[in-house]
């Protein structure tokens, strides 16, 4: 059974370095204010004080976990590639997604850069099809390359004819 | 912001700037039209569309000019419909009021009630006027517009070649006045009114006529011929045209009452009904019986409990039977004069409905495939329903999809998939593409789920029987006083105290044995296959749906993994497309195999992806070194 064998080969580049840093900086910004719903009325409310301390270490403590390990985690994973026909990316962490779409049926291509990302230097590309699954998103390149790449997929996508559904 | 939005890789792309400039151009002038030839705006469009009428009171030039449109009104009576259904609510309500108010003396609010209803009436037909002479709409050789709105003017143009499906549906009492709703599917958002232009209310023969129009490809003819209509609504009764692929018989109504909602109906009547005395606090029921003169709750349960035999299989009899006449009405009003009929020129066409007359024609094109949808209990009595995979069918989530695709009502199985195949028509159905059955991995995350499910129910009963066995009778007070509260026959309470405390293990035990038989109707169920055009996919349980989509329609591949997959060697794969739901997924198949069929069902997608094969080197060849 030769087919046991085939297995997805991981897209050809990975993203940006700084996109540790950015993932790292989301996940400590929402820990922070995640932990802050429990830790107020702890500190305002004395008598269940206690247990209000319990849920801030329980949330704080798995939110730095997550801060600390999904960062690298996430690196090793997101990648992309593009191909004269083919967008292919891999994302995710604990759970993995891969997308594949051909050239002939991407509709369009954007990028995207919230301020964090902008911060960083960093910009997504997103690569929208007719399907209702969602767009293709390559988030965390660096903001020129992200330019080019998207300049690249809108030549390449022009040249086919055919409404892309 | 991104110079890259939006840049669509078509043809026709180049026409999109001209029609925007045209249209702001006219914008103004249009609304002036409108105010100013609202006195005429009533004739204008009786129910023989005549082309000077229409012509004359388009004067202004500019693209109205246009010889292969005039923009077209809506029906004048829609307003009367609509004011008569208003009227027929209201006015009886305020006749009622009135009486009612007249014996509670109070005379002079008696006297405000049937005037308040009947200004409310003449506003609301006030306002309905004004969207009247607000919307209009047109259909040219490349596109169909429509302009609407009363304060904020909206103007939606949408080509022709992107029209998917065309419903055209007639509740009862807008039928009556010979109306009907057409509503146009294109398969992508317009503007701001999501991806349908809707057009309510239009006489029938405008509906049919847009209905055959705005399917039809070739734009010799447009859709403002009125001859042309003429002759075609004479035409209109001549149904036999096309070929007919389903008709309904009759006895396939005996398939409606075959859901597990049959019992739910019943019971759902009753928690309504449970939970509205819930809310009074008791106090409803105590007020019913005391007018009726009802024995007590107590003694009503005491004479229920002793004839338990007989009232139980009665009572059960009596949901049944509720939920079999509401299903077989429900099927009935769908379903009636049920017909579908593939037309000379490709385009699938639905017929159904009583009360509502439903027409729903979809382009041949853009009918990527069919699910066989065999929920478990129609299953297991040898039925099965069509629904479409097409573009323009979408709702706003996946069952309004599906709901929205339905292409036949439940009937025997092998009708169904013969009409499946007669749908794709091709050679040999893809329906009957012999699957592939997933790793038995896969069964074992479902015997996980079922271990699970039996664990939590066993837990749960154990900490059941633990207060069974500290309960004082003082707390069974309590609890009986809440539920009398609560149903007005208490009967739970007192047999729950009576049972011995091990009996809670009982339900937990059932629960077990069910999820276990499930996980392994769920494993029987995953299949995947492919047929020379189509790629064929199956999966469920509660509600097993085979689908077959169109390989040429798969627009790309989505495979995702979670950690148990990835431990037991498994993936999701899924094709996206256009159609349907968007994506149809192949669940829990082998990595490996799941790879070998998306790559075997479009070939040169996934190939320069995957590795680990002998396709291997090749496809090391085919991938192109990255560009930047």
């Not at chain 2, 009622?96 to 006297?111: C, K, N, Q, R, Y």
């Amino acid at each position: 059974m030769s087919t046991d064998a085939l297995r997805l080969r991981p897209p050809h580049h990975r993203v940006d370095r700084r996109a540790v840093l950015w993932w790292t900086t989301r996940s400590l910004a929402t820990t922070i204010a995640l932990t802050a719903v429990p830790l107020v009325p702890a500190l305002i409310w004395e008598p269940v004080r206690f247990w209000f301390l319990v849920a801030t270490g329980v949330i704080g403590g798995v939110g730095l976990l997550i801060t600390v390990v999904m960062p690298q985690w996430r690196y090793r994973v997101h990648r992309w590639e593009v191909t004269d026909t083919a967008v292919y990316t891999s994302s995710g962490w604990v759970w993995q997604e891969w997308r594949v779409a051909p050239m002939s049926r991407i509709q369009t291509v954007d990028t995207a850069r919230g301020p964090l990302q902008r911060a960083f230097g960093l910009s997504s590309v997103t690569v929208t099809t007719a399907s209702a699954a969602g767009p293709i998103e390559i988030s965390g390149l660096d903001h020129v390359l992200a330019t080019e790449v998207a300049d690249q997929l809108t030549d390449s996508t022009e040249a086919v004819p055919g409404d892309a559904t | 912001m991104t110079p890259h939005e939006d840049r669509r890789p078509e043809g026709p792309h180049a026409d999109e700037p001209a029609i925007a400039g045209r249209h702001t151009e006219t914008s103004p002038a249009e609304e002036h039209r409108i105010a100013s030839s609202a006195p005429e705006a009533a004739h204008t469009d009786g129910p023989t569309p005549e082309p000077p009428a229409g012509g004359s009171e388009h004067t202004d030039p500019g693209p109205e000019d246009d010889p292969a449109g005039d923009w077209l009104g809506l029906s004048p009576l829609s307003v009367w419909a609509n004011t008569t259904v208003v009227a027929l609510c209201l006015v009886p309500t305020a006749i009622v009021a009135t009486v009612v108010l007249f014996i509670a003396d109070l005379t002079l609010w008696a006297g405000l009630s049937l005037p308040a209803s009947l200004a409310f009436i003449g506003l609301t037909t006030y306002l309905d006027l004004l969207r009247l002479r607000a919307v209009r709409y047109r259909v040219t050789v490349e596109r169909m517009e429509m302009r609407s709105g009363i304060i904020a003017k909206a103007y939606r143009s949408i080509p022709r070649e992107r029209v998917r499906s065309v419903d055209v549906a007639a509740p009862i009492y807008i039928r009556v006045f010979g109306l009907c709703t057409v509503t146009v599917g294109t398969g992508e958002k317009v503007g701001t009114g999501g991806d349908q232009l809707k057009l309510e209310f239009v006489t029938a023969d405008q509906g049919e006529r847009l209905r055959r129009e705005l399917l039809r490809r070739t734009p010799t003819t447009s859709a403002s011929g009125p001859t042309d209509s003429a002759e075609e609504t004479d035409a209109g009764p001549a149904e036999d045209e096309g070929t007919e692929l389903a008709r309904l018989n009759p006895r396939w109504f005996a398939y409606a009452p075959a859901t597990t909602a049959t019992f739910g109906i019943g019971l759902g009547v009753i928690a309504a009904l449970v939970g509205l005395n819930a809310q009074s606090g008791g106090y409803g029921w105590r007020w019913i019986s005391e007018q009726a003169g009802l024995p007590s709750g107590q003694q009503m349960a005491d004479f229920v409990l002793s004839r338990v035999l007989l009232v139980v299989p009665l009572a059960l009899f009596g949901l049944l039977l509720s939920g079999v006449v509401i299903l077989v009405a429900a099927a009935v009003e769908t379903w009636w004069d049920y017909r579908l009929t593939r037309e000379p020129d490709g385009t699938v066409r639905l017929r159904r409905g009583l009360l509502t007359s439903v027409s729903l024609s979809v382009e041949g094109r853009r009918l990527n495939g069919v699910v066989l949808h065999e929920p478990f209990v129609l299953r297991s009595v040898g039925g099965a329903a069509v629904q479409a995979v097409a573009t323009g069918l979408e709702g706003d989530d996946d069952k309004k999809t599906s709901a929205k695709s339905r292409l036949s009502p439940a009937m025997p199985r092998a009708r169904a998939r013969a009409l499946g195949a007669a749908l794709m028509a091709r050679e040999s159905s893809a329906l009957d593409v012999p699957l592939e059955g997933h790793p038995r991995a896969a069964l074992r995350r479902r015997f996980t789920r079922a271990g699970v499910v039996t664990l939590t129910g066993l837990t749960a009963a154990g900490g059941l029987a633990w207060l069974h066995g500290v309960a004082t009778g003082s707390w069974w007070e309590v609890v009986g006083t809440i539920e009398e509260n609560i149903i007005p026959v208490p009967l739970f309470s007192g047999s729950v105290e009576a049972a011995p405390g091990w009996g809670w293990f009982l339900p937990a035990a059932i629960l077990g044995v069910v999820a276990f038989w499930y996980a392994v109707g769920s494993y029987r169920g995953l299949g995947h296959g492919l047929h020379p055009d189509y790629l064929v996919l199956r999966k469920g349980m509660a509600a097993r749906d085979t689908v077959t989509l169109e390989r040429s329609a798969v627009i790309g591949w989505r495979i995702t993994r979670s950690p148990f997959q990835r431990r037991l060697g498994l993936a999701d794969v899924s094709a996206t497309t256009a159609a349907g739901t968007g994506m149809y997924t192949a669940v829990d198949v082998g990595l490996g195999q799941g790879l070998a069929w998306a790559d075997a069902a479009v070939p040169a997608l996934l190939a320069p992806f995957l590795e680990g094969s002998e396709d291997h080197a090749e496809a090391e060849e085919q991938s192109t070194p990255p560009a930047p």
